[in-house]
């Protein structure tokens, strides 16, 4: 018996040194923990000669505090894994060519050059050159994207194929990728209520446990029990009531999943906005930005009185060359497409509000609304205007000085992502509303396109705010999507607030709960499905932890518990259950087809009939160009077809209607 006692004693000091220290510097420290309540009942087995089961069961938490250290290192290095993914070296464009600077001396607006296979060091925006870069690292999206001139490029993203500058736009303390570390490192400070209960919870628990563990050793005695039995007992209760596990039970579920988030490109402010989407009943949207590419296109041309479709736009596009307009700028970029001549105008004017007018070749010609229009006294085509109205697109009139020559029709581009996001959302459960400042009758064609519950048109910001108010007195909780910068106030009101896009810097990290790096709508629901999943492994643990220490606490009272399984089992098989079961949020995979912008977008910008010799934009439908398959131009959205969304079978032949001859895209 004495060589089993010396044995133990030897094991205890080479194998739980570790737990021992961190003991003896939490008692200076003045704090009770579980590594006390381990060596307290370590110690104290040996005085009822017991102390091989207090060294195997001081040994088997040693085993389980080296394993969460292990694990929860591998969530945290995830910080410090995000902030290595750019490189420390930039190659700086001189005057002398270019030469290697350590990132953090380049300043914004200086060039950098980015070599084929190289990781990009700071963010910026593309000078010079052309390349695919794949973004895998800060959005989560695994197809590598193409930029060009005037496109924005993250830091960490790997340079595909050519060399390119980029004009540095953040210092490399401010990246994407930093700002998502250091936000990571604010959520874990930013704790939910579990979290917060639970620390409340620990803060008084120890101290009972072990005045319960006293009493249990003390008061059967007094009756005339046997004090070894009960003493025993009370050291079995010491170490079964361990908090450890429940401890646990959030904060590592949590850094599993703000770190999964931060892989996908969503950027979460705080454990509590994980906790949030309980509560959300409601999803409100901004449009333009948002549900849509804030990227004006020409969407049908309309001929009068013996104009053509290319002649309206040629027209149009001289006129429209001399204004700042942001849908003039669009006619004149469809114009370039088309590779359509530009004409000399003299007598340019702007009416402000209203139009523009000049005179080409000597003919004069006006461009601008219906009412403008409507003022010459033409004879209009008020079926045609209203229809084109009531479709959610914006008119813009041509006339000369006798009469209207064509009505060019102009739209918002629908993001690919947003019917997925929208009937992800309701099969979800979640009712979604548009709110937006737009016109009512484009509002009500996206709200239409998508299946939105409800949409509210030509709201001012006030407005706005007004309608977030009105929703929070009639549900739970309501999330508001914005791009972060003109829905500021309303996502501040909101109870969660998401922003979209990388731009989603300055105003929107001080406003926005949640932050998508890109533009893929599908990320909120992949924030949904995670927030849902980490709460509900939240809720396992605690109630696992919870339910093993309650039933092993009666079975110690009643004398069926000993010290090695209390440990083995209570304390460290309940602990590694916890950490297995938070890991599995790294498991998480996002079950909708991924569909690149790619794949519904060709380089192509027209149809061409070779043998009539006329040229026209490709038509549209459900708010973005359609799509060549074969011999025909199909609906986007059929691509995008899944068991989950319903499909639209719209599609056109490609053969002109005039001498059925094929028809080109190019």
Same mark, same amino acid.
Not at 45 to 74: C, M, N, P, V
């Given at each position: ?7 133990a ?17 939490d ?13 307290i ?5 040996f005085?009822i000669?017991?102390g091989?089961?207090g ?15 292990i ?13 290595e ?5 930039a ?11 350590p ?24 000078v010079k ?6 973004e895998?690292a ?8 193409f ?13 595909s ?13 401010n ?32 101290p009972?446990i072990?005045l ?6 003390s ?17 079995v ?17 949590n ?13 979460v402010?705080?454990?509590r ?13 901004d ?5 849509t ?9 309309y ?22 307009h ?9 114009a370039?497409e088309?590779?359509l ?43 045609d205007i209203?229809e084109i109205e009531?479709?959610? =697109? !914006?008119? &813009?009139?041509?006339? %000369? #000085? /006798?009469?209207?020559?064509? @009505?060019i ?18 099969r979800?459960?979640y009712? =979604? !509303?548009? &709110?937006?400042?737009? %016109? #009512? /009758?484009?509002?009500?064609? @996206?709200?239409?396109?998508?299946d ?10 006030d ?16 999330a508001?999507?914005?791009?972060? @910068?003109?829905d ?9 607030g ?10 929107t990290l ?6 998508i790096i890109?533009d893929d709508?599908?990320?909120i ?11 509900k ?7 696992t ?13 009643i ?21 297995l079961?938070?890991m ?22 027209l149809i061409?009939?070779?043998?009539c010799?006329t040229?026209d ?19 986007w ?5 899944s ?10 032949p ?7 001859n ?5």
């Amino acid at each position: 018996m004495l060589t089993a006692q010396i044995l133990a004693i030897a094991s205890i000091f080479l194998s739980s040194s570790g737990v021992v220290k961190e003991a003896i510097e939490d008692i200076r420290k003045k704090k009770i923990t579980a590594s006390i309540l381990m060596l307290i009942a370590a110690v104290a087995s040996f005085f009822i000669l017991h102390g091989q089961e207090g060294a195997t069961a001081l040994l088997l938490y040693a085993i389980a505090e080296r394993l969460e250290e292990i694990t929860t290192d591998k969530s945290r290095n995830a910080i410090k894994e995000l902030l290595e993914l750019a490189p420390d070296e930039a190659l700086l464009k001189t005057e002398n060519g270019y030469k290697n600077v350590p990132s953090k001396e380049v300043k914004i607006g200086e060039t950098i050059g980015i070599k084929p296979g190289m990781k990009v060091p700071l963010d910026g925006n593309i000078v010079k050159g052309s390349s695919y870069f794949d973004e895998s690292a800060i959005t989560g999206e695994s197809v590598p994207v193409f930029k060009k001139e005037g496109d924005e490029i993250l830091a960490a993203s790997l340079n595909s194929d050519s060399f390119v500058d980029i004009e540095v736009i953040r210092e490399s303390s401010n990246t994407i990728v930093a700002q998502i570390a250091e936000s990571i490192k604010v959520a874990q400070q930013n704790k939910s209520k579990h979290e917060k209960f639970i620390e409340r919870f620990a803060k008084y628990y120890t101290p009972i446990i072990i005045l319960s563990s006293i009493l249990v050793m003390s008061i059967p005695p007094l009756f005339g029990l046997r004090f070894y039995d009960w003493f025993y007992r009370g050291l079995v209760l010491l170490v079964v009531s361990c908090p450890c596990a429940l401890t646990l039970s959030t904060p590592l579920a949590n850094i599993a999943s703000l770190t999964k988030m931060a892989r996908e490109g969503i950027l979460v402010k705080g454990n509590r906005f994980i906790e949030k989407i309980q509560d959300i009943e409601v999803f409100a949207f901004d449009k333009t930005g948002t549900l849509t590419e804030g990227n004006l296109k020409i969407f049908d041309v309309y001929a009068y009185n013996g104009a053509n479709r290319s002649h309206i736009i040629s027209i149009a596009a001289s006129l429209e060359s001399l204004s700042e307009h942001p849908i003039g700028k669009t006619i004149v970029k469809q114009a370039k497409e088309m590779k359509l001549t530009f004409q000399a105008v003299d007598n340019f004017e702007v009416i402000k509000g209203k139009g523009i007018k000049g005179k080409i070749n000597g003919e004069l010609f006006y461009v601008g609304s219906h009412k403008f229009i409507e003022e010459l006294d033409y004879e209009l085509p008020i079926d045609d205007i209203k229809e084109i109205e009531n479709s959610g =697109t !914006i008119p &813009i009139l041509l006339g %000369n #000085k /006798n009469n209207i020559v064509g @009505i060019i029709t102009i739209r918002d581009v629908l993001r690919v992502s947003a019917p997925l996001l929208i009937d992800g959302l309701k099969r979800r459960g979640y009712e =979604t !509303i548009l &709110i937006s400042g737009d %016109n #009512k /009758n484009v509002c009500n064609s @996206i709200g239409e396109c998508l299946d939105i519950d409800y949409t509210y048109g030509e709201q001012l910001p006030d407005q706005k705010l007004q309608e977030i108010q009105n929703l929070k007195k009639k549900y739970k909780g309501v999330a508001m999507v914005g791009d972060g @910068i003109n829905d500021a106030p309303a996502l501040a009101l909101s109870d969660l607030g998401i922003a979209i896009g990388a731009s989603a810097t300055d105003i929107t990290l001080e406003t926005a709960d949640i932050i998508i790096i890109n533009d893929d709508l599908k990320k909120i629901l992949i924030y949904i499905d995670l927030s849902k999943k980490t709460n509900k492994k939240i809720k396992q643990n605690i109630w696992t932890s919870i339910i093993v220490k309650v039933s092993f606490a009666v079975l110690t009272v009643i004398g069926l518990m000993t010290l090695w399984l209390a440990v083995g089992i209570s304390d460290m098989g309940v602990s590694l259950l916890v950490l297995l079961n938070s890991m599995t949020i790294l498991r998480y995979r996002f079950l909708y087809k991924e569909v690149s912008t790619e794949e519904l977008e060709s380089e192509a910008k027209l149809i061409i009939c070779e043998n009539c010799n006329t040229k026209d934009i490709i038509p549209q439908h459900h708010g973005r160009d359609m799509v060549k398959r074969g011999d025909k131009l199909i609906c986007w959205k059929n691509i995008l077809s899944s068991k989950e969304l319903e499909t639209c079978d719209e599609q056109l032949p490609l053969h002109c209607p005039y001498c059925q001859n094929k028809l080109a895209l190019k």
